[in-house]
């Protein structure tokens, strides 16, 4: 049987062919840098890798405490939800409180979730968003927050 030789033995004996071929054939197997490593803008990055900024986009079960209307009560139950639908939904709900902070005559936030249209809105009764010029980028001030991926 033939010593097997390791492939930092094989360097060292300036290439020289070895009886093993598995270094050999898993050279050749793998991917170029090129196809592992690529450049991406931010707005491919965020499409391929949501996970990355937003947790996972695959429905998870999970017990968690939700109200139950015809009991109206809350009650403990096993659920299915997108935990990265879910982190959207609460950074809404974060973003529309924060105005209070910014605006005390602020007194009021309403949801409405419309699953037949697949549809969430939030609104809050405070000082919107500015629709001017930004003097700096000479555009939109939504388009500035809200359009620059």
Known sequence: MAAETSPLKEIMNNG??????AFA??????????????????????????DTYIGSVEPIKQNMWVYDAEMGAIVSKEITFVPGLY??????????????QRDPSMGCIKINI????????????????????????????????????
């Open 25 to 50: 054939a898993k050279k050749k197997k793998r991917m170029s840098v090129e196809r592992i490593y690529q450049k991406k803008t931010q707005l491919e990055h965020i499409l391929l890798r949501p």
């Open 114 to 149: 419309d699953a037949e249209n697949n549809s969430i809105s939030v609104w809050n009764d405070g000082r919107g968003i500015p629709v001017e010029i930004h003097k700096e980028q000479n555009v939109f001030v939504p388009t500035l927050i809200f359009g620059q991926l």
């Open 16 to 21: 020289e062919k070895s009886t093993n071929n």
């Open 87 to 100: 982190k959207i939904f609460d950074e809404l709900l974060v973003n529309a409180a924060d105005n209070k």
